[in-house]
């Protein structure tokens, strides 16, 4: 049988939500049956070089110099995505891009361009950090809505930000929630010991954040509740898992106020089912999200959950998930979370049956798939 050609696009491949979808679909798509390649302009990480290598799954970087500016990205993204469009002839049956804004929809404008029949965008954001990228945003949502066949988003919220009004208010989109192998994050006691044994975090309450450091993660205010939280809990301990642009400067930050002590920067980890065992409150005062991945694994793990209001409703699927103003001050939030450490975690199989499930995600994608085909 033929293989389906499906090429996964991104512009900047590094350790996020995006790229934890990506590789998900890599490891969980039948590759009797898909012949899947990811095309990204920049790679700023390794980490998912062995895991895709292993599964046979080939990573083309349009652009090897890392370009940390968008606009300059795109001057030379764009015309090497061009190139590779037509160096590869009849290469992919579907591409699916994987966005946060519609700048971005200027690639699928050169795949249409391109003879590219399948351009399926995926919305995995629901706004921007400043108002010169909205406004830059909602103009690009004008001139180039028109470049996507098929729609897909994580989220309600997801799909307003980036959709045209039409496909938007007639739903003429396909949810495909951020899944999970949920048992490997379900809660373990046994795990939760050992992994604050090797710490040495048994004698403290720990709060802890897996995300990215950039501005829409909202490090700052974090860094002022936990503040808070040491005033009146002096053992607490912060630990951050991730990376980003913003991680020299908050390491500054850190050590001006006098926090070094307290706050663990841990990196990127593959551990991080393990480390969702041993935090005692995870925390995530985000700005927007489209939907995180975390905080489906966090709720997987029974692990207590503070996240801003400003995150999408349709995360909310447990007792675990708390959502708090970002108009509260660092000392209500600092409050909530002290309380929010006392909840007791149960180890029950709470995703199973819903879109928040691996299982479930890859059916509802091989199905899209089959029927665009189709």
């Known amino acids: 049988m033929k293989k389906i050609k499906l090429t996964l696009f991104e512009d900047k491949f590094g350790v996020g939500g995006i790229e ?16 899947i390649r990811i095309v990204v302009v920049n790679k700023i990480t390794n980490y998912y070089d062995d895991l895709l290598k292993s599964l046979g799954v080939r990573l083309i970087v349009l652009v090897p110099k890392i370009e940390l500016n968008p606009l300059k990205r795109f001057k030379m993204g764009l015309p090497a995505f061009n190139d590779y469009l037509k160096k590869e002839e009849n290469m992919c049956d579907i591409m699916h891009f994987n966005l946060s804004d519609s700048i971005d929809l200027l690639y699928v404008k050169v795949a249409r361009k391109n003879g590219v029949k399948r351009r399926v965008v995926h919305s995995h954001n629901s706004s921007a950090t400043s108002l010169s990228k909205k406004i830059v945003h909602y103009i690009g949502k004008i001139f180039l809505d028109k470049e996507p066949n098929y729609y897909l988003a994580c989220s309600s919220q997801a799909a307003k ?19 999970i192998d949920a048992n490997k994050y379900k809660f373990n006691e046994t795990i939760r010991k050992s992994v604050r044994k090797k710490y040495k975090w048994n004698n403290n309450v720990i709060y802890g954040e897996v995300a990215r450091f950039n501005k829409q993660k909202n490090h ?64 995530l005062p985000s700005l927007y999200e489209g939907l995180p991945f975390v905080l489906a694994e966090s709720q997987a793990a029974s692990l207590p959950t503070l996240i801003s209001d400003s995150v999408t409703k349709e995360v909310n699927l447990t007792n675990y998930l708390t959502y708090f103003s970002l108009k509260s001050s660092p000392t209500d939030w600092a409050k909530m979370a002290l309380r929010l450490s006392k909840q007791a975690r149960h180890g029950d199989s709470i995703l199973d049956n819903t879109g928040f499930n691996i299982n479930v995600m890859v059916k509802t994608l091989d199905d899209f798939y089959n029927d665009i085909l189709n």
């Open 20 to 35: 934890t979808f990506i590789y998900n679909i890599c490891s969980h798509l039948d590759r009797e049956k898909y012949d």
């Open 220 to 283: 700052k205010f974090l860094l002022e509740i936990f503040q808070q939280i040491l005033r009146r809990q002096p053992s607490a301990k912060l630990v951050l898992v991730g990376e980003g642009e913003l991680l020299p400067d908050l390491k500054k930050q850190v050590s001006e106020i006098g926090l070094s002590n307290s706050v663990i920067f841990l990196g990127v980890s593959n551990n991080v089912p393990n480390l969702l065992q041993a935090f005692d409150v995870f925390m």
């Open 161 to 179: 930000w980036l959709f045209p009004k039409k496909v938007y208010r007639q739903k003429d989109y396909l949810f495909v929630r951020n899944a």
